[in-house]
């Protein structure tokens, strides 16, 4: 016959479980000479909710690098956030790329 668990033995249990934090992936932008800097602007402050100032500065950045950090999100929101970009993007006509890194 078998002990039924008891809330201290759970709670024990439950302790020595490991629980990992989701993994976070960042959500690059791509330079390309075609896709105005103001698209790219727009672009960071509608889907990434990025302050103006803070858009203008990641816009440099890819402007000047060819990569800029949009923002740290679990996968599927990263995912997610890459796509309305891409979406937006060729809606508009423009090549903007974007990608999804394991950050």
Same mark, same amino acid.
């Not at 479980?17 to 103001?38: G, I, K, S």
């Given at each position: 016959?078998?002990?039924?668990?008891?809330?201290?033995?759970?709670?024990?249990?439950?302790?020595?479980?490991? +629980?990992?934090?989701? &993994?976070?992936? !960042? =959500?690059? /932008? $791509?330079?390309?000479?075609?896709?105005?800097?103001?698209?790219?602007?727009?672009?960071?402050?509608?889907?990434?909710? +990025?302050?103006?100032? &803070?858009?203008? !500065? =990641?816009? /440099? $950045?890819?402007?000047?690098?060819?990569?800029?950090?949009?923002?740290?999100?679990?996968?599927?929101?990263?995912?997610?956030?890459?796509?309305?970009?891409?979406?937006?993007?060729?809606?508009?006509?423009?090549?903007?790329?974007?990608?999804?890194?394991?950050?």
């Amino acid at each position: 016959m078998t002990a039924l668990p008891t809330r201290q033995t759970e709670s024990t249990q439950i302790a020595e479980q490991q +629980l990992t934090p989701p &993994r976070r992936y !960042a =959500v690059l /932008l $791509l330079n390309d000479d075609y896709t105005p800097m103001d698209f790219v602007v727009d672009v960071l402050t509608e889907i990434f909710h +990025l302050p103006h100032t &803070r858009a203008m !500065a =990641v816009m /440099l $950045l890819v402007h000047q690098t060819g990569k800029g950090l949009c923002g740290i999100y679990q996968k599927d929101i990263a995912d997610t956030k890459c796509q309305q970009v891409l979406r937006s993007a060729q809606e508009a006509g423009y090549p903007l790329m974007c990608v999804v890194e394991l950050a």
